[in-house]
């Protein structure tokens, strides 16, 4: 049990249409720990990420944040969205404004920083990610692990309370993935909240506190990383690992 719980999930249950996708997920992550994801496709781990910031909404059970349940829509969505930082797959950032303003525009719109003091802070942020260097740049003039890289700046702007990571490797080249999972690596050392949904297993075995397997929409295991990798309880957890970890 989390010591100290920013994030709950009580008895969550999500259905599309007849496919019931989360089936009463309880979930505590403490404040400052990071909770890796793992399972097989198709097991509810992305849904569970994005019912936390309410991209999902679920038909029954509660979520709270900071012992606040989430709130339905409106300022206070935007303002939970805000403490809730996420980084997807897709790096979602502005094609025509340079790396910095894509840092900047969230914190003056949503956070209501003066303009100079918000350039200032992504200045920092960009040096924090390893690109400071190329501030003045358009997102089309990065890689790929560049612009994941910003899109996390971008999160951590809005001085979340939590960062969600929705896969945030697995649209990349393999040469690009670990310079992202290197400044995650840095996140959590440095006590950033993290849920973390990834088929990197390395990083789940090196960055996590805990390891939560899902398998068709429930939590199956949820474990330390060494307790789970060394000796999986569930079948549906050594099927998966002896199908990972062969290569």
Do not use: W
């Amino acid at each position: 049990m989390a010591v100290d719980p920013l994030i709950e999930l009580r008895d969550v249950n999500k259905y599309y249409g007849e496919l019931h996708v989360l089936q009463d997920i309880n979930l505590t992550v403490g404040r400052g720990e990071v909770v890796v994801v793992i399972g097989p496709s198709g097991s509810g781990k992305s849904t569970l990420c994005r019912t936390i910031n309410r991209l999902e909404t679920v038909q029954s059970g509660h979520i709270t944040l900071d012992g606040q349940p989430l709130p339905e829509e409106g300022k206070e969505l935007a303002r939970l969205r805000a403490e809730v930082g996420m980084v997807f797959q897709s790096f979602n950032l502005f094609a025509h404004k340079t790396v910095r303003q894509n840092v900047s525009l969230a914190q003056v719109k949503v956070r209501g920083r003066k303009k100079d003091e918000a350039d200032q802070r992504s200045g920092v942020l960009l040096e924090r990610v390893g690109l400071a260097a190329h501030a003045e740049k358009y997102p089309a003039q990065l890689s790929g692990g560049q612009q994941q890289r910003v899109a996390i700046a971008r999160a951590l702007a809005m001085d979340p309370k939590v960062m969600l990571f929705d896969e945030p490797t697995s649209a990349l080249d393999p040469e690009m993935i670990n310079e992202v999972l290197e400044v995650m690596q840095q996140l959590a050392r440095d006590g950033m909240t993290m849920v973390v949904v990834t088929h990197e297993m390395g990083f789940a075995r090196s960055a996590a506190n805990r390891v939560v397997f899902m398998a068709d929409g429930k939590v199956v295991e949820d474990r330390t990383p060494e307790d789970f990798f060394t000796d999986p309880e569930s079948e549906r957890a050594k099927d998966f690992l002896s199908k990972i970890l062969k290569h």
